[in-house]
Nanobody, 123 residues
Framework: QVQLVESGGGLVQAGGSLRLSCAASGRTFSSYVMGWFRQAPGKEREFVAAINWSGDSTYYADSVKGRFTISRDNAKNPVYLQMNSLKPEDTAVYYC????????????????WGQGTQVTVSS
């Protein structure tokens, strides 16, 4: 089992920045990927970014590329999502997710999820 605890989020004006963090505990050894997804009201959950266990491989959705950065210092530290130049369309509940194996952007391939944290960007 893997447990994920998110923090960060909140209300920010358009153009501002926020940082989310996700700490994983439990069976977090061996190769794994941690990702961020988001879900806006009335929309499907969508992939945002992912990073591998060692932090040397990342993957981004086109909609956030160049504005968001996913990072971690090492396999024992939390994963961060630095969000810059935020837009009202970034408003959503953001979820941290965990999967074994290689990088992926399909939510169905992530068996473990955090509780979600609200990000609201005002215009």
């Amino acid at each position: 089992q893997v447990q994920l605890v998110e923090s960060g989020g909140g209300l920010v004006q358009a153009g501002g920045s926020l940082r989310l963090s996700c700490a994983a505990s439990g069976r977090t050894f061996s190769s794994y990927v941690m990702g961020w997804f988001r879900q806006a009201p009335g929309k499907e959950r969508e992939f945002v970014a992912a990073i591998n266990w060692s932090g040397d491989s990342t993957y981004y959705a086109d909609s956030v590329k160049g504005r968001f950065t996913i990072s971690r210092d090492n396999a024992k530290n939390p994963v961060y999502l630095q969000m810059n130049s935020l837009k009202p369309e970034d408003t959503a509940v953001y979820y941290c997710a965990f999967r074994w194996g290689t990088m992926g952007k399909a939510s169905k391939d992530y068996p473990y999820w955090g509780q979600g944290t609200q990000v609201t960007v005002s215009s």
